[in-house]
Structure formats: structure tokens, C-alpha cells
């Protein structure tokens, strides 16, 4: 699907968390980021995918059910973290109210930035 799907998708689950959202090209991590309590909860990624950050339990089920990939990093597996294309955006709003329920409850102490 075109990129411009996945823009639309996202602004989409943007506005349906009450969120307004405009594209950022930077390739920053968090530039295209949706935050609840400024913990990331839903992201574009520069691939123009859905990144959310779910419970390991949850993760788990998507991947399984070959409904999500894995996020990697610099080669790194984010663990925590699924991208959805746009293919599947009949689950893209679904899943992100799951990922801010879940950044919303979660009481980690948030990650310093280096």
C-alpha cells in the first residue's frame, strides 16, 4: 500500500486518542510518537509501519499469530515492541488503545535519554 495510507491511518489513530499529530520526517526516534504520561505508546516508523509497546504476553500472541512483527533497532530486537503494516489497519486503533492502557498503568521508572 502507498505510504500515504499509512499516514491517514495513523492521523487516524491520532485523532481517535484526541490527539492532534502532523508528520515529521526526522529520523529521530519518537518524531512520529504518541505519548500518554511522555512514555511512547504508538509510533510511525520510518518504514511507515505502526509501533506499539505492548505486554510481553500480548507481543507474544501477535507474533504467534503472525499478526505483528518484531521492532528491531540497529540490529537490536526492542523487546516490548511490534510493528503492524498497513495492511492490517482494521487493528491499528484497536491495538493502540491496548498499548496507551498499557503505558498508562505501566510504573517502571521511565529510561533517562543519554
Not at 518524531?31 to 518504514?47: E, F
Amino acid at each position: 500500500m502507498p505510504r500515504d495510507r499509512a499516514l491517514a491511518l495513523f492521523h487516524a489513530v491520532a485523532a481517535h486518542h484526541g490527539e492532534a499529530w502532523t508528520y515529521d520526517a526526522s529520523p529521530k526516534f519518537g518524531s512520529n510518537a504518541l505519548r500518554v504520561n511522555g512514555r511512547i505508546y504508538a509510533a510511525l516508523t520510518r518504514r511507515h509501519h505502526l509501533l506499539l509497546k505492548l505486554p510481553p504476553a500480548r507481543v507474544a500472541a501477535l507474533l504467534k499469530a503472525k499478526r505483528a512483527e518484531r521492532m528491531e533497532s540497529g540490529g537490536q530486537v526492542m523487546h516490548g515492541w511490534v510493528t503492524l503494516k498497513p495492511d492490517d489497519a482494521g487493528e491499528w486503533i484497536a491495538l493502540s488503545d491496548e498499548a496507551r492502557a498499557f503505558v498508562a498503568t505501566d510504573t517502571k521508572p521511565k529510561r533517562k535519554s543519554r
